[in-house]
């Protein structure tokens, strides 16, 4: 019952900005770390940037100073801010995340969900 929905994603020419968004609904009882990954056609599916509950943030180094990474705890929503975008970032973006629910007997466990994926496809 738990849904990550992501948007934002669409078409721009290299230089331009988007800023993707992932949402989590359900029965949740806390997010620990979310993430974005992407994958390119014919290639392997990739970590981009992770932030933990705390917002301790990572990137992969091609799109460090490019890309931010940010969450909103309260509406338990994951952001990725995409600067200066490349041809090379073209590709399905994923949202990631380690969701806990409480069991029927109200025991946590944690879980790892995946968004539908989102296209983004910079143009040179």
């Known amino acids: 019952q738990v849904q990550l929905v992501e948007s934002g994603g669409g078409l721009v020419q290299a230089g331009g900005s988007l800023r993707l968004s992932c949402a989590a609904s359900?029965?949740?009882?806390?997010?620990?770390?979310m993430d974005w990954y992407r994958q390119a056609p014919g290639k392997q599916r990739e970590l981009v940037a992770a932030i933990t509950s705390g917002g301790n943030t990572n990137y992969r180094d091609s799109v460090k100073d490019r890309f931010t990474i940010s969450r909103d705890n309260a509406k338990n929503t994951v952001y990725l801010q995409m600067n200066s975008l490349k041809p090379e970032d073209t590709a399905v973006y994923y949202c990631h995340a380690n969701i806990v629910i409480l069991s029927s007997s109200n025991l946590p466990y944690e879980y790892s969900y995946w968004g539908q994926g989102t296209q983004v496809t910079v143009s040179s």
């Open positions: 359900g029965s949740i009882f806390s997010i620990n770390g």
